[in-house]
């Protein structure tokens, strides 16, 4: 009997995962990565992809952005960052949300604050309610992390909740349409792009720190990267 990859069951596994203590698959391997997958920074292959990202993550950074540029093109720099901010309240949300979020939530989520922003915004306050459970607990998370920011601009508050709005109704046409624009992928296709994004930054921000660390008794210079 020929044992299968335990994470997609459809190929051989060739290669020693210590996250997983397993043998899985080369394609699982560099598409799972630091995604689905926790690799220890010790992980030869977690080393090698920093060094030498192999072709297939490689066409499919190109796909992500191409589907990401053309949505970001139209905010702002103000209104870019929120996006970010929310992508992340979104990503740590997800990470406990039971049931899991699908994409359908995270586009409802983002439109129903987007809503209740709107009609505050002609003096009128009414809470916008989510069509689904999972979905009205993301808009809850937003709609507090947004408060607590709103807050803290003091005098741009209407300015930042204006931003707001573009980049709620960005983060919901961008969940929304992900699934046609990348029908090969995995369930849920933008949920697992963010995912995707935010590793591949981190890696990227772990491979500057280290060639920070100084070598011998003279101290490599020092990077700044960008928050």
């Known amino acids: 009997m020929t044992t299968l990859c335990p994470l997609c069951s459809a190929r051989?596994?060739?290669?020693?995962?210590?996250?997983?203590?397993?043998?899985?698959?080369?394609?699982?391997?560099?598409?799972?990565?630091?995604?689905?997958?926790?690799?220890?920074?010790?992980?030869?292959?977690?080393?090698s992809a920093r060094a030498h990202p192999a072709a297939v993550v490689q066409r499919r950074q190109e796909r992500d952005f191409g589907f990401l540029l053309p949505l970001l093109a139209e905010l702002s720099e103000a209104?870019?960052?929120?996006?970010?901010?929310?992508?992340?309240?979104?990503?740590?949300?997800?990470?406990?949300?039971?049931?899991?979020?699908?994409?359908?939530d995270l586009a409802d989520a983002a439109s129903?604050?987007?809503?209740?922003?709107?009609?505050?915004?002609?003096?009128?306050?009414?809470?916008?309610?989510?069509?689904?459970?999972?979905?009205?607990?993301?808009?809850?998370?937003?709609?507090?992390?947004?408060?607590?920011?709103?807050?803290?601009?003091?005098?741009?508050?209407?300015?930042?909740e204006r931003d707001?709005?573009?980049?709620?109704r960005q983060l919901a046409r961008a969940a929304g349409e992900a699934g046609q624009a990348l029908r090969d992928d995995e369930p849920p296709v933008f949920l697992k792009l963010l995912a995707r994004m935010v590793a591949s930054q981190e890696a990227s921000r772990a491979g500057l720190r280290e060639s920070e660390e100084p070598s011998g008794d003279k101290a490599a210079p020092r990077l700044v990267i960008p928050g």
Do not use: N
């Open 79 to 104: 209104q870019y960052r929120l996006l970010v901010f929310l992508q992340g309240i979104t990503l740590e949300h997800s990470a406990s949300a039971l049931p899991p979020l699908l994409d359908s």
């Open 112 to 160: 129903t604050v987007a809503a209740t922003l709107e009609t505050a915004g002609k003096g009128i306050i009414y809470q916008h309610q989510a069509a689904s459970l999972p979905a009205q607990r993301l808009a809850t998370a937003i709609e507090a992390a947004l408060q607590r920011l709103a807050a803290a601009a003091g005098s741009r508050r209407h300015a930042v």
């Open 12 to 47: 051989k596994p060739k290669r020693f995962c210590p996250a997983l203590d397993r043998q899985i698959c080369a394609v699982c391997c560099g598409t799972k990565r630091l995604t689905e997958i926790s690799c220890p920074p010790t992980c030869a292959y977690l080393s």
């Open 164 to 168: 707001a709005v573009v980049a709620l």
